[in-house]
């Protein structure tokens, strides 16, 4: 099977620090990918090297589209790789705020995604926006109400129906759950386990929570100094860990 993405020993610099160090990854359809470290890890990076959203110094990004074959991402143009990220995949960023237009309703929010694919039937946009409010559990009925008027926990809901209404073969999440409470987020996680499992969309997960990982990744990839210094299935890493960064990482969550 051929990978939706490669990363074939990317880097990017800040100056003189090396965020991500010659870094290679491969992710098939349909599976969940975390990438977990501490802050300064260079994960976040990673991941935005990866969604097309920061040039790497050295090293491609390899997707595979829908109709052009395998595709080097930064050797296609901007307005490709924008029509890609409104279209093949979606991103979820931490804060809500950050993937949401708060001047919008809820259902301009989704029904945006859909316009840039081509929908144009008011009537039809307005319907889906509605299926997907209920499928993220938003009452349908507060389809033209504004983000700002939700609680956390539904904007972040709600940005994951913008993300995939479009149905994106591959979604990245940046830390998505970390700015809610404890409550909010297994209702959350739970919600998105069972879409990216009925949907069989392909994700790429940064988290510090070892526990989401866990819950949400088929395989994990552990970075510590910009490098990966470990990585296996999930389960495997965070139950026998080999390298001290990771033994490091799960004894810390066991001793909290």
Avoid at 30 to 59: C, F, N, Q, Y
Avoid at 99 to 114: K, M, Q, T
Avoid at 118 to 147: C, F, K, S, T
Avoid at 198 to 213: G, K
Wanted: net charge neutral; proline share 3%.
């Amino acid at each position: 099977m051929t990978p939706l993405l490669q990363a074939e020993n990317l880097t990017r610099r800040f100056g003189h620090h090396l965020a991500c160090d010659s870094v290679n990854l491969s992710l098939y359809p349909g599976e969940v990918l975390g990438i977990v470290g501490e802050s300064g890890s260079g994960k976040t990076t990673l991941l935005h090297t990866l969604a097309g959203r920061a040039a790497p110094d050295a090293g491609r990004v390899l997707f595979a589209t829908r109709d052009e074959g395998v595709i080097d991402l930064y050797a296609i143009s901007e307005a490709r790789r924008r029509m890609l990220a409104r279209t093949d995949w979606g991103f979820v960023h931490q804060s809500a705020r950050d993937g949401l237009r708060s001047d919008v309703s809820a259902g301009a929010n989704i029904g945006e995604r859909l316009m840039a694919v081509g929908a144009r039937h008011y009537g039809n946009i307005r319907a889906e926006a509605q299926h997907w409010l209920e499928r993220v559990e938003i009452d349908a009925a507060r389809i033209d109400d504004l983000p700002r008027h939700f609680s956390g926990g539904m904007q972040q809901r709600l940005q994951i129906a913008r993300n995939l209404v479009t149905k994106p073969r591959l979604i990245f999440m940046d830390e998505p759950t970390a700015s809610l409470d404890v409550s909010v987020q297994a209702r959350l996680l739970d919600l998105l386990r069972q879409l990216v499992s009925q949907l069989q969309v392909a994700a790429v997960i940064v988290t510090h929570d070892l526990a989401v990982a866990r819950l949400l990744a088929h395989r994990l990839m552990v970075m510590q100094n910009g490098q990966v210094v470990e990585q296996g299935l999930t389960d495997q890493v965070l139950d026998d860990p080999q390298h001290p960064y990771t033994q490091l990482l799960v004894s810390s969550v066991l001793q909290a």
